[in-house]
Nanobody, 124 residues
């Protein structure tokens, strides 16, 4: 059974930073897409950033490019999202999710396994 354990959310002032972590377990394959999605109140869930465990290729939404960085520690099998220069519009519940190779980060429906989510709030 695939499980995704997220951590690292919290409250931060505009311009601040947070690092989210996601540790997957129970995978039978070494190769998949893993990423972060977010959902703000009243809005649809959207893809933030994803990384392929096969070749390390990454995707980031235009709204976070230059501010958020996705990475993996392959030794510890943990995926990170470093979020810098946070803005109030980044406030949302952030979910870690995994999908098969070829899954498109722009489409949450491509992803099969989801964590419970962690709240990120950006406010002064």
């Amino acid at each position: 059974q695939v499980q995704l354990v997220e951590s690292g959310g919290g409250l931060v002032q505009p311009g601040g930073s947070l690092r989210l972590s996601c540790k997957p377990s129970g995978y039978t394959s070494d190769y998949y897409i893993i990423g972060w999605f977010r959902q703000a109140p009243g809005k649809e869930r959207e893809g933030v950033s994803c990384i392929s465990t096969s070749d390390g290729a990454t995707y980031s939404a235009d709204t976070v490019k230059g501010r958020f960085t996705i990475s993996r520690d392959t030794t510890r099998n943990i995926m990170y999202l470093q979020m810098n220069s946070l803005k109030p519009e980044d406030t949302a519940v952030y979910y870690c999710a995994t999908g098969l190779l070829g899954s498109d980060c722009r489409y949450p429906r491509d992803f099969m396994h989801w964590g419970r989510g962690t709240q990120v709030s950006v406010s002064s």
